[in-house]
Structures are given as structure tokens and as C-alpha cells.
């Protein structure tokens, strides 16, 4: 088998206003994301997903679809899809950062090589080590107050356990006021996490999170900016409540920093940020040796970027979604889909589609429609 064409498409979805999330780093309105199909000689074609967003990654749609074009497809093109590791390590060569591209070819290619040996890609990876039902959380907006209980109401009554507040958007009163407001109204048997993104100072951290304490809150992710791995460390350490590492860890070395300062208590993992599934479980690998679980986080990805998460939530020991639900939630969000059928996210639940590869088909109509539309 031999890889014959790279193919993508610039997609735009649009996200449901009502639950928007809203955080530190602005509004998610709207998706525009890159599909990617890697073509081959036997008619197999392999379909991976690029949740590009400038904000977050420094990558954009339209830079995703001219670097696949020029630079990553020739590296690809009449090579066997096999060989994968090779392919990561060439890509990586070639063009430094962008992980979310480099995440779209390597679930493109896991989905093609499940497809032609006919297995789900966990099993590729070594098998399920956890239950194919995934427990996740859903996530409200840093907005008013009044906005986020009824959201998280509405979600706890589907079936959710575990809500997510979005705080660190400008006034820690504020956040205070939002997730006393969110406990009070769902009592104390429902789980909250709070998310800064990155948004509060080391000071502000200290001081609201020591505020946010008496709420019974599971973890804190991310109190303070993604490159000050010192400052989190510090807040770490004067906290009563564990912290988990996100935006800080897109890369190995990163996870090898927030080991070596013990700044985080709990990482966050998943196949966009970290530049492939692959890069994902070997920062999960190094998590567990050094005593720290992992949480699976998003990107508001649609059904194949989803499917690629619950894949590796699976087959990934140190993914301990039982104790920190993960983030597969990106299908929950959007008004639209790239697939015939839903992906699988119900009452609190997610499911590993079945089938060969990454076990998601596209319906071509509406990924059509989605790329005629105006992002």
C-alpha cells in the first residue's frame, strides 16, 4: 500500500449560542477547522482532523491547508502508511510546531491502517485498558452568573456529574461569585473543576483560589499563563487544591518542565495540542512515572478530532477519566456535523465509535455544505 494524495478541506461549523463557552481567551462563535483525507493506491483513504485555532495554537485554517500542500504531502506521497513513526519524526523535521496539522496526518493514518487490517485504532495502540464508556464533563462560560447555573442545571439533568466553570476573565469577585452561585444551585454531589486558561497573575491565582477552596472543587486548570511553568509551581505550593496543567504542556519538553518544577498535580493531554496521539501517551507515560494522572482535554473538536481523544482515552493507562472526566465534548457545542450519524456523547457519557480505524464516516453533503459556508 502507498499513499497517492493528501487532500483538505476548510470547514466552518457554527457553535450553539447558548452555551457558548467563553473564557479568559475570548469567545468560541465559530469552527473553522481543516478536514484532512490521506488517499492511497488501494482505494483506503484515511480521515484526520486539524482543530486549528490562532488563538490557541498560532495556527490557522488557511496556513494548515498550504503547509499540508507544500510541504507535508511531498514528504508523504509513495510512502507506505505503515511506517508512522517515521512519518512523525519527517514531519516534524520538516516544519517546527503547528501540532494540530501534524495531529490530523498521523489520525489519518492510524485510520488508515485500522481500516486495512480491519481493528479499531485503541487497538492498534496496544488494546483497551479502560471502558469504552468515557465519563466527561461539561464546561460553562466565564459570563453572568444567572447564564452558567442554568446551563449547568440543564446539563446535570441530562445526566452530567462533573461541570467545568470557566473563570480568570478579568475580575477574580467575579469568579468567586460565579462558582458559589454554581454550587449553591447543584448542591454537593455534583463535581466542579474551574479553568483560568491562563487568565489569572500569580497573586490573583493564590489569593482566589484560597477563596474558591471552601466550594469543594476537584482541581483547578491552569491558573496562570502557559509559559510561567515557576509561577504555577508557586501556586502549587501555597493552594490547598490540586492543580492540573494544560496550556503549559503542548510539547515533551514542556511535560519534562512541569515535572521537573513539580508545578502541576494532575496533566492535561489530547492528540491536537501534543502533536499527535502518539507525543500524547508518551507525555502520559512520563505523567505516571512520575506520579502525576492525566486528564483528556479539547479543543471543541467535531466527530473525527473526537474520535481520535476517545481512542486514546482508552488504550492510555495514565488516562484516569473515572477521576477527571475528560473534555470529549466538541460534537455537544456545534450546531453542526461532519458525520451521517451523532457522535457519541450522552448524559455525562462518551463513546468510542465502532468499526475499523477511527470508526467515524463523513457525510459528504454536509461537509460540503460546511465548506461553502462563510467562516
Given at each position: 500500500?502507498?499513499?497517492?494524495a493528501?487532500?483538505?478541506?476548510?470547514?466552518t461549523?457554527?457553535?450553539?449560542?447558548?452555551?457558548?463557552?467563553?473564557?479568559?481567551?475570548?469567545?468560541?462563535r465559530?469552527?473553522?477547522?481543516?478536514?484532512?483525507?490521506?488517499?492511497?493506491?488501494?482505494?483506503?483513504?484515511?480521515?484526520?482532523?486539524?482543530?486549528?485555532?490562532?488563538?490557541?495554537?498560532?495556527?490557522?485554517?488557511?496556513?494548515?491547508?498550504?503547509?499540508?500542500?507544500?510541504?507535508?504531502?511531498?514528504?508523504?506521497?509513495?510512502?507506505?502508511?505503515?511506517?508512522l513513526?517515521?512519518?512523525?519524526?519527517?514531519?516534524?523535521?520538516?516544519?517546527?510546531?503547528?501540532?494540530?496539522?501534524?495531529?490530523?496526518?498521523?489520525?489519518?493514518?492510524?485510520?488508515?491502517?485500522?481500516?486495512?487490517?480491519?481493528?479499531?485504532?485503541?487497538?492498534?495502540?496496544?488494546?483497551?485498558?479502560?471502558d469504552?464508556?468515557?465519563?466527561?464533563?461539561?464546561v460553562?462560560?466565564?459570563?453572568e452568573?444567572?447564564?452558567?447555573?442554568?446551563?449547568?442545571?440543564?446539563?446535570?439533568a441530562?445526566?452530567?456529574?462533573?461541570?467545568?466553570?470557566?473563570?480568570?476573565?478579568?475580575?477574580?469577585?467575579?469568579?468567586?461569585?460565579r462558582?458559589r452561585?454554581?454550587?449553591?444551585?447543584?448542591?454537593?454531589?455534583?463535581?466542579?473543576?474551574?479553568?483560568?486558561?491562563?487568565?489569572?497573575?500569580?497573586?490573583?491565582?493564590?489569593?482566589?483560589?484560597?477563596?474558591?477552596?471552601?466550594?469543594?472543587?476537584?482541581?483547578?486548570?491552569?491558573?496562570?499563563?502557559?509559559k510561567?511553568?515557576?509561577?504555577?509551581?508557586?501556586?502549587?505550593?501555597?493552594?490547598?487544591?490540586?492543580?492540573?496543567?494544560?496550556?503549559?504542556?503542548?510539547?515533551?519538553?514542556?511535560?519534562?518542565?512541569?515535572?521537573?518544577?513539580?508545578?502541576?498535580?494532575?496533566?492535561?493531554?489530547?492528540?491536537?495540542?501534543?502533536?499527535?496521539?502518539?507525543?500524547?501517551?508518551?507525555?502520559?507515560?512520563?505523567?505516571?512515572?512520575?506520579?502525576?494522572?492525566?486528564?483528556?482535554?479539547?479543543?471543541?473538536?467535531?466527530?473525527?478530532?473526537?474520535?481520535?481523544?476517545?481512542?486514546?482515552?482508552?488504550?492510555?493507562?495514565?488516562?484516569?477519566s473515572q477521576?477527571?472526566?475528560?473534555?470529549?465534548?466538541?460534537?455537544?457545542?456545534?450546531?453542526?456535523?461532519?458525520?451521517?450519524?451523532?457522535?457519541?456523547?450522552?448524559?455525562g457519557?462518551?463513546?468510542?465509535?465502532?468499526?475499523?480505524?477511527l470508526?467515524?464516516?463523513?457525510?459528504?453533503r454536509r461537509?460540503?455544505?460546511?465548506?461553502?459556508?462563510?467562516?
Open positions: 500500500m502507498r499513499i497517492t493528501v487532500e483538505t478541506t476548510l470547514i461549523a457554527t457553535i450553539d449560542p447558548e452555551i457558548m463557552i467563553i473564557s479568559s481567551l475570548g469567545s468560541h465559530l469552527s473553522r477547522y481543516v478536514l484532512l483525507h490521506i488517499h492511497t493506491d488501494e482505494g483506503i483513504t484515511g480521515l484526520g482532523e486539524a482543530t486549528v485555532m490562532p488563538g490557541w495554537s498560532g495556527e490557522t485554517p488557511e496556513g494548515a491547508c498550504a503547509l499540508v500542500a507544500r510541504y507535508f504531502a511531498p514528504e508523504l506521497v509513495g510512502h507506505d502508511p505503515f511506517e513513526e517515521r512519518h512523525m519524526h519527517t514531519l516534524d523535521r520538516v516544519v517546527v510546531d503547528n501540532p494540530f496539522v501534524k495531529a490530523a496526518i498521523e489520525m489519518a493514518l492510524l485510520d488508515l491502517q485500522g481500516k486495512k487490517l480491519g481493528v479499531p485504532v485503541y487497538d492498534l495502540l496496544g488494546g483497551r485498558c479502560h469504552t464508556a468515557i465519563p466527561v464533563k461539561f460553562v462560560a466565564a459570563t452568573p444567572d447564564i452558567v447555573v442554568r446551563n449547568a442545571q440543564r446539563m446535570v441530562t445526566g452530567f456529574d462533573t461541570i467545568k466553570i470557566k473563570v480568570g476573565r478579568g475580575n477574580p469577585d467575579a469568579d468567586v461569585e462558582v452561585r454554581v454550587r449553591e444551585a447543584l448542591g454537593n454531589d455534583v463535581r466542579l473543576t474551574v479553568d483560568a486558561n491562563g487568565g489569572w497573575t500569580v497573586t490573583d491565582a493564590i489569593r482566589t483560589i484560597r477563596r474558591l477552596e471552601p466550594f469543594n472543587l476537584v482541581l483547578v486548570e491552569q491558573p496562570v499563563h502557559r510561567d511553568i515557576a509561577g504555577m509551581a508557586r501556586v502549587r505550593s501555597s493552594v490547598g487544591l490540586p492543580i492540573m496543567a494544560d496550556e503549559a504542556v503542548f510539547t515533551v519538553a514542556d511535560a519534562l518542565e512541569v515535572i521537573r518544577q513539580d508545578a502541576a498535580d494532575i496533566v492535561s493531554v489530547y492528540p491536537g495540542k501534543n502533536g499527535g496521539i502518539l507525543k500524547s501517551r508518551l507525555i502520559a507515560q512520563l505523567a505516571e512515572a512520575s506520579g502525576k494522572p492525566c486528564h483528556i482535554g479539547s479543543n471543541l473538536e467535531l466527530e473525527p478530532g473526537s474520535a481520535a481523544m476517545a481512542h486514546l482515552a482508552v488504550s492510555t493507562a495514565n488516562i484516569v477521576r477527571y472526566p475528560a473534555d470529549i465534548i466538541g460534537p455537544l457545542y456545534h450546531r453542526d456535523r461532519t458525520t451521517a450519524e451523532p457522535f457519541g456523547v450522552d448524559g457519557v462518551a463513546r468510542v465509535p465502532e468499526g475499523p480505524g470508526g467515524v464516516t463523513l457525510d459528504e461537509v460540503a455544505q460546511l465548506a461553502g459556508s462563510e467562516g
